[in-house]
């Protein structure tokens, strides 16, 4: 049985130089820990798939320097916006890792959605992003499909997160189910691990690779856990498995005195 083998990484929140922290962790590093980490669970090859606030306030730097790294592990990816990133900047810097809003491997196919609104931390899909769905889906008939977006359309139990859900998610959720070969729904922005379900389709919500929020808190907070990623493997039958892992021996502390970023 073939299996098409992923490696999610998102909310990088780089800046324009090496040296840019957010909760006093310093990004850069503890993306190149998260790498270095995947590698050695044995998944140097598989495809990066980055879901949003790859910049922590869209520096064009930050999608150089991010460019640069990814060339220099020789990595493929492929990558959505998030509420801290600007599409056009994306486009314009991360120049060796062109748009992919569609990615076709054996009999799965990823679609990658913009759940981003400008100047708004929340989630909203456009009328112009749902035609995009509607259209791909209806391309995509007879395929598995894995659908990545950077908010989560289910809540997570913190009252603030839940805020920022992506708020006309109903709208999406119906293409989905009519497509029927939706087999999950991966995620950011949430900087923690949650699994649920929209429905009855699985959504997968997947920690930072630099800081973590709180689960269950009512106001921002960070939790005192360390960077992370998720691995996605996509099987020949339709079916898929996926877990998340913590790094264990990044030696950076986040500052949980922090209020905001």
């Known amino acids: 049985m073939s299996t098409?083998?992923?490696?999610?990484?998102?909310?990088?929140?780089?800046?324009?130089?090496?040296?840019?922290?957010?909760g006093g962790v310093t990004t850069f590093d503890s993306f190149q820990a998260v790498l270095r980490a995947s590698n050695a669970?044995?998944?140097?090859?598989?495809?990066?798939l980055l879901t949003g606030d790859l910049a922590s306030d869209c520096q064009p730097g930050a999608y150089r320097l991010l460019n640069n790294s990814l060339n220099d592990n020789g990595r493929e990816a492929i990558w959505l916006p998030g509420n801290h990133d600007d599409v056009e900047l994306m486009e314009a810097n991360l120049v060796n890792y062109?748009?992919?809003?569609?990615y076709y491997?054996?009999?799965?196919?990823?679609?990658?959605?913009?759940?981003?609104?400008?100047?708004q931390p929340g989630g909203h899909f456009s009328d112009i992003e749902l035609a995009f769905a509607k259209q791909s889906l209806k391309a995509l008939a007879g395929k598995s499909v894995l659908v990545a977006m950077h908010h989560s359309p289910v809540?997570?139990?913190?009252?603030?997160?839940?805020?920022?859900?992506i708020d006309n998610h109903d709208r999406l959720h119906q293409l989905l189910v009519d497509h029927g070969g939706v087999k999950a729904v991966i995620t950011g922005h949430v900087h923690q691990h949650h699994d649920s379900l929209w429905g009855s389709i699985p959504v997968y919500s997947t920690p930072s690779?630099?800081?973590?929020?709180e689960q269950r808190?009512?106001?921002f907070a960070l939790a005192d856990h360390p960077p992370g990623y998720r691995w996605i493997d996509l099987h020949s039958d339709g079916s898929l498995q996926?877990?998340?892992?913590?790094?264990?021996?990044?030696?950076?502390?986040?500052?949980?005195?922090?209020?905001g970023y």
């Open 105 to 119: 491997a054996d009999g799965w196919a990823i679609l990658l959605l913009d759940s981003s609104k400008a100047g």
């Open 217 to 219: 808190s009512d106001d």
């Open 155 to 165: 809540k997570v139990h913190s009252a603030w997160l839940d805020r920022q859900q």
């Open 209 to 213: 690779s630099c800081v973590q929020f």
């Open 98 to 102: 062109p748009r992919r809003r569609l």
């Open 4 to 22: 098409v083998r992923l490696t999610q990484i998102t909310d990088l929140h780089l800046g324009a130089n090496r040296d840019e922290t957010l």
């Open 41 to 48: 669970q044995g998944r140097a090859d598989t495809l990066l």
């Open 242 to 259: 996926t877990g998340v892992e913590f790094l264990n021996d990044f030696a950076q502390q986040c500052d949980r005195s922090c209020v």
